[in-house]
T-cell receptor, first 115, second 115 residues
Framework: AQSVAQPEDQVNVAEGNPLTVKCTYS??????LFWYVQYPNRGLQFLLK??????LVKGSYGFEAEFNKSQTSFHLKKPSALVSDSALYFC?????????????FGTGTRLQVTL | ETGVTQSPTHLIKTRGQQVTLRCSSQ?????VSWYQQALGQGPQFIFQ???????GRGNFPPRFSGLQFPNYSSELNVNALELDDSALYLC??????????????FGPGTRLTVL
């Protein structure tokens, strides 16, 4: 069965500093990996995805993520955090088989960016 | 381009009642997935509909059922409500159905409270 782990419940960072939100996954075969962000009282917004190719994926709002197959990780990064980045971030994995495109989500990491 | 919409926004029901939640998919999308997000948790996959057929289901009992209509909108029905059904129910639309690699676009969700 596929699974995702987000080891940090919360990440605190000062505005202007780089941020990293960690994600590790477990799936047989090649994974499809996603990051979503959730603001209060809002649905999930897609940030970026890794399917194949370059291990560094660039996404929306200046976010990027690095796929590391040997460490089974897909950490979300941003060079310079903004207060407006404060939200709940979810990593998700989809197994690339001919089944329904089911996403398995982690438990989420709350990012708090302060001035 | 119209995004994913869900109705109602909030709903309060009592144990044993039945509820229907509605979702309109993003224009051009033919696949709808439903997720349950309990407080403090990541979304859990309920099922997916592709071209009006259920093509994948998560670990939810049969009292969770759904429909997809020819215009690709969808309903989630829950019978015999239990207290643990209290959650945010998210609908996501995408293009491609089973095996599709396109990202899912989420609606704002319906907050269901069961008393």
């Amino acid at each position: 069965a596929q699974s995702v782990a987000q080891p940090e419940d919360q990440v605190n960072v000062a505005e202007g500093n780089p941020l990293t939100v960690k994600c590790t996954y477990s799936v047989s075969g090649n994974p499809y990996l996603f990051w979503y962000v959730q603001y209060p009282n809002r649905g999930l917004q897609f940030l970026l995805k890794y399917i194949t190719g370059d291990n560094l994926v660039k996404g929306s709002y200046g976010f990027e993520a690095e796929f590391n197959k040997s460490q089974t990780s897909f950490h979300l990064k941003k060079p310079s955090a903004l207060v407006s980045d404060s939200a709940l971030y979810f990593c998700a994995v989809r197994k690339n088989t001919g089944t329904a495109s089911k996403l398995t989500f982690g438990t989420g990491t709350r990012l708090q960016v302060t001035l | 381009e119209t995004g994913v919409t869900q109705s109602p926004t909030h709903l309060i029901k009592t144990r044993g009642q039945q509820v229907t939640l509605r979702c309109s998919s993003q224009s051009g999308h033919n696949t709808v997935s439903w997720y349950q997000q309990a407080l403090g948790q990541g979304p859990q996959f309920i099922f997916q509909y592709y071209r009006e057929e259920e093509n994948g289901r998560g670990n939810f009992p049969p009292r969770f059922s759904g429909l997809q209509f020819p215009n690709y909108s969808s309903e989630l029905n829950v019978n015999a409500l239990e207290l643990d059904d209290s959650a945010l129910y998210l609908c996501a639309s995408s293009l491609g159905g089973a095996g599709g690699l396109n990202e899912q676009f989420f609606g704002p969700g319906t907050r269901l409270t069961v008393l």
